[in-house]
């Protein structure tokens, strides 16, 4: 056991010790300033000033009366005078309007593509335009436009029965709790990615060098692979639990915020997670320990650590693929039948299990079953790849990790006879 603790402890202090630790660390908070300040800057666009040309001298001005706050819209009085200021660089583009059949029509001219933004800008304003020609044309009020404009009321509400049958309104939290069911499919995904890769690095690298036998001559090699596979659990643990707590400083500094309580208002954190949270949080774990134990597998069947990146697709693709049907069909369809098929197949629960929690398109009871079936199959890879780990790292195939893992697998078997 000391032997195990010695490997462990050297493996998660050299990590945590490490420059890309602390950039691990801080990378949520880099590229939250980091879209903070292109989130400013996108609204600074160079092309902002814009002529308005029409024959219709009315429809000109009427145009640059319309509210709009991002571009200045200045009346030209001819195309001509348009073409000229835009050749001085006077103004960055020039928009030509036309009045046919009560139908308004636009053409703007520049030197380079106006981009997506100022496209549907001016196309909104020319539809605003064109709704209020049309409107007195009918002889319509503009408070009577303002009532035709006014979309339907749609609100859902979830109901539950009591013992009688009763229906009663039940309080939805499903907004709330997919939100934070998607944040942990993406914390997730980063988290496997990242720990995959250190991982498999960490057994190849020993592997590479040779100097594996001499480690395996001095201990067993299933202690050898729970320390290394343990001592990264313990950092990727240890980044969760600086999250957690710069979360609950962070909950505790702003919860009184305007802002915050605009959006939770009198909503109990108790009430809304509860089991929910708890689930979410397992499966993360549990995630994060099935792929680091499918990473430390593929990562002792190559020859070298350079070709570490290669032997972890399967990791990389499995965990993709379940990133992105969480994802989508959690947007779009969370009764979808394939969210609910994999949300009890390994490698993918992690993903889905929360989402049609945070949906209630599962139960508790089905969340049990799914983890349940997720720890049982952990448990069975890991100590299957424990029992194939002497063979794996004492096996240098170059024909590649399928024929690596064949021969590993010949090996484990004659031993085990």
């Known amino acids: 056991m000391s032997k195990f603790w010695v490997i462990a402890g050297d493996v998660y202090k050299k990590n945590v010790k490490s420059a890309s630790f602390a950039i691990l660390i801080l990378a949520p908070f880099l590229f939250g300033v980091f879209f903070w300040f292109i989130n400013n800057l996108a609204g600074d666009s160079d092309l902002n000033k814009i002529g308005v040309f029409s024959e219709n001298a009315q429809v000109a001005e009427s145009f640059t009366q319309l509210d709009n706050e991002e571009y200045q ?43 997506t933004t100022l496209q549907m800008t001016l196309q909104q304003m020319l539809n605003s335009m064109q709704r209020s020609l049309r409107a007195q044309t009918l002889g319509l009020s503009p408070e009577k436009v303002t009532q035709l404009d006014e979309p ?3 609100t859902t509400q979830k109901v539950s029965f009591d013992a009688a049958g009763k229906m009663e309104d039940k309080d939805d939290y499903s907004n ?44 067993k090699a299933q202690t050898h692979y729970y320390g290394k ?5 313990l950092v990727a643990l240890t980044q969760m639990v600086i999250y957690g707590l710069m979360i609950v400083f962070g909950w505790q ?18 009430k809304v997670f509860g089991p929910f949270l708890i689930f979410t949080v397992i499966f993360v774990l549990l995630g994060i320990l099935i792929y680091s134990v499918l990473a430390a597998l593929c990562g002792s069947l190559v020859n070298k650590a350079e ?3 290669k032997a972890i697709v399967p990791v990389t693709y499995l965990s993709m693929a379940g990133y992105f049907i969480a994802y989508l069909l959690g947007l779009m369809d969370p009764h979808s039948a394939v969210l609910k098929v994999t949300s009890y197949i390994p490698f993918f629960s992690s993903f889905s299990m929360p989402v049609r929690l945070a949906s209630d398109t599962a139960t508790i009871g089905n969340g049990i079953v799914s983890v349940v079936i ?44």
Request: proline content about 0%.
């Open 73 to 115: 819209f200045v009346t030209l009085k001819s195309e001509a005078a348009g073409e000229k200021q835009l050749e001085k660089e006077d103004i960055d583009a020039y928009l030509v309007l036309a009045l046919e059949e009560e139908q308004v029509k636009g053409t703007i001219y520049a030197e380079s593509s106006v981009g």
């Open 152 to 154: 339907a009321s749609f």
């Open 176 to 219: 709330i709790q997919s939100m934070v069911a998607m944040v942990a499919t993406i914390l997730l995904l980063v988290f496997i990615m990242t720990y995959a890769s250190i991982i498999a690095q960490e057994i190849a690298s020993e592997k590479g060098t040779r100097i594996m036998e001499i480690i395996l001559s001095s201990t």
């Open 229 to 233: 596979l343990v001592g990264v659990l």
């Open 253 to 270: 500094k702003f919860k009184d915020m305007e802002m915050v309580q605009s959006v939770i208002g009198d909503l109990s954190i108790e």
């Open 307 to 309: 070709d570490t990146a």
């Open 374 to 417: 997720l720890l049982v199959v952990t448990l069975g890879m890991m100590f299957l790849s424990a029992g194939l780990y002497k063979s794996n790292v004492l096996v240098y195939n170059d024909n590649g990790v399928w024929a690596a893992l064949k021969q590993s697998w010949t090996l484990f078997r004659s031993e085990q006879k």
